[in-house]
């Protein structure tokens, strides 16, 4: 599936040529449900479209800046690849999209810039993770949450097993060995690692060296992937190589638990399961620790529900935790030159979301972002802040 980062979130943040849409719908990627997806996709580009018309725009400009999405509607490969859901962004020459481990409502809009509020979650550090399944054949990456869980493409970025890691080693430098292919009994079924050489304490020395190097790429790898991320990476592999990992990676939010099972023997659902029991009590902790800082600092003035302070001041580098509602939008304007904020009761035009930009400003300067459901959030507000000063 696709990888959404900071890196990715900067370049949707770009001024962009007008008009700018964002669409967002829930997909299914198993069983009959997933005919359903063509249908809820067409139906979102014909009020698209519409919208468009509305806004001023001719009929032939909305048809070409659709274009690229509408290409979708006959690809039935696309559809059978899907996660939880698709989020996708369209302007003139402009199209980005994003099958994302995400359970979206169902949300087309078309402003002057695009609209990323419910990318959030998976942007900031309320229940989103990594799972790295370590092997050594087929190391894979996952991003998930509570609820779902997609596989992210590594290929090209590392290498697909030790042997192609150490293709370019000397030959009398090598460490010669293979998998074996029977059960280990009492190991939870893992694979044992066969060595030949001239004493077992030698090679298997060696062997952890090369074993070490090999994550030292994935390790490379996953920091041009991840490396602006702040979500939490939880190693999931037999629990020899745990250790061996952890020497190797420079990734700052590993998770010192990690799975130790061989990732390749559970399913997928029970690998995010696993996960997230050792993720959970880390998010519940934290985001107390938020609210608990929120209401502490609220007294002295460090702390605001007022909308207006917040937009301002998450421009201003000020915001250091943020909550915000899922499924709400506040529309207005902010002028950075004037600090002014101004609120609408509807949409008008040239109006952004400003629990949007609020959310953006805040992730860009390394603030946290946590987007929350109603009941959730520390005040019935549709946004509150901690500030840095």
Not at 368 to 384: F, Q, R, S
Request: overall charge negative.
């Amino acid at each position: 599936m696709d990888l959404l980062n900071i890196d990715e979130l900067k370049e949707l943040l770009k001024k962009h040529q007008e008009p700018c849409i964002s669409i967002f719908m829930p997909t299914h990627h198993k069983g009959k449900e997933v005919e359903q997806n063509t249908i809820r996709f067409k139906n979102l580009l014909h009020g698209t479209a519409k919208s468009i018309i509305d806004q001023g725009f001719r009929s032939s400009e909305a048809k070409e800046i659709l274009e690229p999405a509408e290409r979708f509607l006959s690809d039935s490969y696309f559809w059978q690849h899907q996660s939880d859901g698709l989020a996708v962004f369209l302007a003139p020459q402009e199209f980005y999209y994003y099958r994302l481990p995400a359970q979206f409502e169902e949300l087309a809009l078309v402003s002057h810039h695009f609209h990323i509020k419910p990318l959030i979650p998976l942007l900031s550090t309320n229940g989103h993770f990594f799972i790295l399944a370590l092997n050594q054949r087929n190391p894979r990456l996952f991003q998930g949450s509570h609820f779902s869980m997609s596989e992210v493409e590594l290929k090209g970025l590392i290498p697909q097993s030790i042997e192609e890691a150490l293709k370019f080693d000397e030959p009398e430098k090598q460490t010669q060995y293979h998998t074996g292919t029977g059960d280990v009994k009492g190991g939870r079924g893992r694979r044992a690692a066969i060595f030949h050489g001239q004493g077992g304490d030698t090679d298997n020395t060696r062997h952890k060296k090369d074993i070490l190097r090999y994550f030292q790429m994935i390790d490379k790898g996953l920091r041009t992937l991840i490396g602006g991320e702040h979500s939490p990476l939880i190693a999931a592999g037999v629990e020899y190589l745990l250790p061996i990992y952890k020497e190797a990676n420079s990734y700052p939010f590993l998770v010192d638990e990690g799975i130790a099972e061989n990732p390749e023997e559970m399913s997928q659902d029970e690998l995010r399961k696993r996960a997230w029991a050792v993720i959970q009590p880390h998010v519940q902790k934290s985001q107390q620790e938020a609210f608990s800082q929120y209401r502490q600092l609220a007294h002295i003035g460090r702390a605001s529900h007022d909308l207006k302070e917040i937009v301002a001041s998450s421009y201003n580098d000020r915001v250091e935790i943020l909550f915000v509602t899922l499924g709400v939008q506040e529309w207005g304007t902010f002028d950075p030159e004037s600090n002014e904020v101004i609120l609408h009761r509807k949409m008008e035009h040239g109006d952004e979301e400003l629990l949007d930009l609020a959310a953006v400003q805040t992730l860009l300067h390394r603030g946290v972002v946590y987007a929350l459901n109603a009941e959730y959030m520390p005040d019935p507000y549709p946004a509150a802040a901690v500030f840095r000063y």
